[in-house]
């Protein structure tokens, strides 16, 4: 028996929050980078346009419709190009923002078909600055403004597997979550485990 006025110790949360990314009103903070891609595509804006253009980031919108969202989040645009526009330079600078941001919890929206590339360049730079960052890579096959779009579908998925993954980089699309070293594109166009 233990004397009166004495408490037991508190039990351990059994789902401890594994994010050291900065809290916000007691929340996670989530980054969410634009890169571009077709998960952002619009219509043209000019009357003689006739190729999409990317607009602004879809991810942040898609959250925000949430509402009772987990995590507190900022966003930050890298670039907004096609991903077979996307270098060297554009992939250090994705990997700088990563790196430099005080989020450990990033979410990276970026087109499908070089996904890979810029993921696995990512994991390379965090491999040489291990820490406890969760990175992991989402886009879509239909833009977000497309009624029959899959963003909103990889967006949350992307969302839910950063609470559940070992710090690294992964590549979230199509239902499955992969780690970037072992990923690619089969010729249907989906992301499987190499």
């Known amino acids: 028996l ?13 789902m401890p929050d594994r994010s050291r990314s900065p809290q916000r009103g007691g929340r996670p ?4 980078i634009q890169t571009g891609g077709t998960i952002d595509k619009a219509y043209p804006r000019s009357k003689g346009g006739y190729a999409f253009e990317i607009d602004a980031p879809a991810a ?16 930050n645009t890298v670039c907004r190009l096609d991903s077979q526009e996307i270098g060297a330079a554009e992939r250090e ?13 990033v979410l990276v929206t970026h087109g499908t078909d070089t996904m ?21 890579f989402t886009g879509a096959m239909r833009p977000a403004k497309f ?9 949350g998925g992307a969302c839910a597997a950063l609470s559940l993954v070992s710090p690294g980089v992964y590549v979230c699309m199509n239902g499955r979550v992969l780690p970037a070293s072992q990923t690619r594109r089969d010729e249907e166009g989906f992301f499987v485990s190499e």
């Not at 233990?2 to 059994?14: I, L, Q």
């Not at 029959?148 to 990889?154: G, L, T, Y």
């Open 93 to 105: 600078a994705l990997a700088r923002a990563v790196l430099e941001a005080p989020e450990d919890l």
């Open 147 to 155: 009624a029959d779009s899959d963003a909103a579908f990889n967006v």
């Open 60 to 75: 942040p919108a898609i959250l925000q419709q949430v509402g009772f969202l987990s995590y507190e989040v900022r966003s």
């Open 2 to 14: 233990k004397p009166p006025g004495t408490r037991a110790p508190p039990s351990p949360d059994p």
């Open 29 to 32: 903070g989530l980054l969410v």
């Open 116 to 136: 890979v590339e810029s993921a696995r360049f990512v994991a390379r730079a965090l491999s040489e600055r291990p820490g406890g960052k969760r990175v992991l």
